[in-house]
């Protein structure tokens, strides 16, 4: 999987891009239609997460996830800068500060701490929901 998103409810998401687009270098955070989105991109594959929200954790994390618009795309994909945010980065802050998952970020070179999609779906809180073409 090449991206991750947060999805707030009625076909809105947050997410960060690196790519060029909106007038800019590198889009960073932004809020949009998930439909926009997916007319913009091609994806074969899909697979949808949920943690087991209560309403005041999701409410947090809705909230959480759009205080994070405007901020720049994390080039540098270090998990501990709150300026910029690569999208499993942007994702994995939202549920953790939200306390709605435990997700584990695993070490690359040099104790490097790097959040997956596959760190991500290895949560014991988060539930697999929705699959297109994926095991």
Known sequence: FVHAAFYLGDDRIVHALAQAGFGKNMIGVLEEKLSDYLDRVDRDKFVV????????????????ARAQVGKDYDTLFVTDAD?????????????????AAKVEPHLVKAKWRLVTNEDLRKSPDMQVVYRLNHD
């Open 49 to 64: 997460l949920r943690p087991r929200w209560t309403p005041e954790t999701l409410a947090q994390g809705i909230s959480l």
């Open 83 to 99: 300026d910029r945010f690569y999208c499993t980065e942007l994702v994995y802050t939202v549920l953790t500060r939200a306390g």
